[in-house]
């Protein structure tokens, strides 16, 4: 683990609500998060909410996205599909050698509802991972809902989080991480490639939210709280 | 539901493991069904294995793709896809009119594990309602894993299955049948087009299957049992 210190975790597009909320479970779980927007000040402002949460157990603080890219050796991606590749590309010089964790969901909207975009390097993930050859990329957190992250009374730990990425110490560093972001189970999916898979489920859960008025997420069935958690140690 | 009647269900690909597991299913829950094969003495013989295994409490019959589609008004494609288009479109004349239920996952699999593959109509359930537009197509059933559809021990209650299509009467008809195939909850998952996200995701399972030496299946989370279940009423 030598290679990615714990701490700060930036959060690039930390003002929107993915972000916003995974930014509140690892600071109440004791990492030091550096929220990270295009405007400086309103990364600041967001900061200062989340440290009024419930539970905040480190320091919370707010920057331009560089800025808090800079600071971390572990950068979350936690923005919106659209202008995504633009954004990762500006920022490759910051971003070059670090942990890069995406949830991005590349989504579109019409009126049949969520789906799936066709991506042309498969996934955001494997986007960020070509324009950013000197990071590991791992894919994490697509299906957590945000309102739910950032509810201090929601209980998250029956959501699997399935972690894809093809450097085992970065998944592993990220499995350990997803832990302490639901309380549960953290699982191994596989490559990244298989981040082409997880993104566009969103569609499906988004969809699945609006027929049942629910906020929906994902466990898988057949695999023991213990097995899940022995493939972390 | 008067232009589905209920039974025979006819099984494409019936002697694969998907498709007896699924018949088998669907004979104990009471439904007649008729394995389909391009061999009509294999899937004969398939269908008499079939009728020997616990709890099977209506005829199971076996004959050739094209028999069995042709007697009944429901017919599950339950093919590799390898070979999914052609074997569609040979058939069309059959098909056309009927409920067609795919299951179908385009996957591919290299030294990296399993992936989804890229299909140009988007899935193969849309790849069907393409071949066969006067069909009523369903995507459904992608990620029950066929040992456990097989073993007669094996309780599936805590299995989600996902069902997606565009025609809200045979989507209902299909919801109930997976509700009979494992007793527990059955999901709207939304339109046709998601099936391009419900199929690959089959790749995941596979990889977590291999990971932790199990059998993954899907179950969502922030759903009741009772929401779901109204929402097939």
Do not use: W
């Not at 070509?130 to 990329?137: E, I, K």
């Not at 490639?193 to 466990?219: D, H, M």
Request: proline share 5%.
């Amino acid at each position: 683990m030598s290679d990615f210190p714990a701490d700060p975790i930036a959060v690039v597009g930390g003002t929107g609500p993915q972000g916003r909320g995974l930014a509140y479970r690892l600071a109440r779980a004791g990492h030091l998060v550096v929220l990270g927007s295009r405007d400086a000040g309103r990364a600041a402002d967001a900061a200062g909410q989340l440290r009024t949460l419930p539970g905040v157990a480190a320091p919370v603080d707010g920057a331009s996205n560089e800025d808090a890219a800079r600071c971390a050796a572990i950068v979350l991606l936690a923005v919106p599909y659209q202008g995504h590749a633009e954004l990762v590309a500006s920022m490759a010089d910051v971003l070059a050698g670090k942990l890069i964790i995406s949830c991005v969901n590349p989504l579109g909207f019409d009126k049949g509802g969520p789906y799936g975009l066709s991506v042309a390097a498969g996934s955001a993930a494997e986007e960020a991972a070509g324009l950013v050859p000197s990071a590991a990329v791992v894919g994490a957190f697509h299906h957590l809902a945000a309102p739910l992250l950032l509810d201090p009374e929601a209980d998250l730990s029956h959501e699997d989080v399935l972690v894809c990425g093809d450097d085992a110490e970065a998944k592993a560093r990220v499995l350990a991480l997803a832990a302490d972001v639901t309380g549960g189970r953290a699982v191994d999916a596989g490559r990244l490639r298989l981040a082409a898979q997880l993104e566009p489920l969103t569609a499906v859960l988004i969809s699945v939210n609006k027929r049942y008025r629910t906020r929906s997420g994902v466990a898988l069935t057949g695999l023991s709280t213990a097995a899940a958690k022995e493939e972390v140690a």
